[in-house]
T-cell receptor, first 115, second 113 residues
Framework: ETGVTQTPRHLVMGMTNKKSLKCEQH?????MYWYKQSAKKPLELMFV???????ENNSVPSRFSPECPNSSHLFLHLHTLQPEDSALYLC??????????????FGEGSRLTVL | DQQVKQNSPSLSVQEGRISILNCDYT??????FLWYKKYPAEGPTFLIS?????DKNEDGRFTVFLNKSAKHLSLHIVPSQPGDSAVYFC????????????FGTGTRLTIIP
């Protein structure tokens, strides 16, 4: 099993659909993240959960709704998205305790296309 | 305003030669600098990092140099191998405040056999 697993790997949805992205980590970490990667842009942090509590919401539109039921699972619920939301969505995890050195463990990403 | 900049979107290097990837930053409060490597259809993987109190960190074929006065860091790969072909992201972390990573836009490195 890989450390951080994301499903689905590819998703195509219409603007009126509701879908969810799932992330699972098997590394024993207690912080999880959602990043968005658009073409020719830096990775953008969307949400951070530490010890299952949301500690960062980086001004993300409400059509993206995160959920972290436990330290191993993270969801991103999607509804009424726009075509400009098409991007690669990356989940990552890290150990929240101890000095923060910035080392994140990423999943393979979910490629989202909004029609 | 981008705090971490990678001004070269792509770089091609002959196999066996040295690859040098560059990164500039604007925030003098950054504590750590990291390089991530990303292959197509995979997530980024951590490659090497450097603390702001150091000017060099070496790990095998990979060396990161930090020039704080110039707010510049670079990643040297020597000798370059075909498996090094990937997108390399520079990232920086400030432990003061929100402690989040700030990424650059990436540089696509192609190693020519």
């Amino acid at each position: 099993e890989t450390g951080v697993t994301q499903t689905p790997r590819h998703l195509v949805m219409g603007m009126t659909n509701k879908k969810s992205l799932k992330c699972e980590q098997h590394l024993g970490h207690n912080a999880m993240y959602w990043y968005k990667q658009s073409a020719k842009k830096p990775l953008e942090l969307m949400f951070v959960y530490s010890l299952e509590e949301r500690v960062e919401n980086n001004s993300v539109p409400s059509r993206f709704s995160p959920e972290c039921p436990n330290s191993s699972h993270l969801f991103l619920h999607l509804h009424t998205l726009q075509p400009e939301d098409s991007a690669l969505y990356l989940c990552a995890s890290s150990q929240a305790s101890g000095p923060n050195t910035g080392e994140l463990f990423f999943g393979e990403g979910s490629r989202l296309t909004v029609l | 305003d981008q705090q971490v900049k990678q001004n070269s979107p792509s770089l091609s290097v002959q196999e066996g030669r040295i690859s040098i990837l560059n990164c500039d930053y604007t925030n003098s409060m950054f504590d750590y600098f990291l390089w991530y490597k990303k292959y197509p259809a995979e997530g980024p993987t951590f490659l090497i990092s450097i603390s702001s109190i150091k000017d060099k960190n070496e790990d095998g074929r990979f060396t990161v140099f930090l020039n704080k006065s110039a707010k510049h860091l670079s990643l040297h790969i020597v000798p370059s191998q075909p498996g090094d072909s990937a997108v390399y992201f520079c990232a920086a972390l400030s432990n003061f405040g929100n402690e989040k990573l700030t990424f650059g836009t990436g540089t696509r490195l192609t190693i020519i056999p």
